[in-house]
């Protein structure tokens, strides 16, 4: 499966911003669709994991973001969106879609002025 992030931008600290990441094919079947992000200054290796949401609907995030990021999917459309609200300058980074087995959109940035 190929994965096209979209949505990034520019926005000041307490704005929103949705991020779709668009599957080439039926995502119904992957296990776990993720988001990561690697700030500035970072190595791909030290990309960070944000959330994922699993063939059930859950989801999962890291503290910072939870209660800000709302995760969400669109099987008929082969879409998963991440919406952030409230978002802070360290939210800064490039967002990667993940689909596991190695499987990553290209990356869309986000940056968060103060």
């Known amino acids: 499966v190929q994965l096209q992030a979209s949505g990034g931008g520019v926005v000041q600290a307490g704005g929103s911003l949705r991020l779709l990441c668009t599957a080439s094919e039926s995502i119904a079947n992957i296990a776990a669709m993720s988001w990561y992000r690697q700030r500035p200054g970072q190595t791909r290796d030290d990309v960070q994991f944000v959330a994922s949401i699993n063939t059930s609907g859950g989801t999962h995030y890291i503290p910072p973001v939870r209660g800000r990021f709302t995760l969400s999917r669109d099987i008929a459309k082969n879409t998963i969106s991440l919406q952030m609200d409230s978002l802070k300058p360290e939210d800064t980074a490039v967002y990667y879609c993940?689909?596991?087995?190695?499987?990553w959109g290209q990356g869309t940035l986000v940056t968060v002025s103060s």
């Open positions: 993940n689909a596991g087995y190695g499987r």
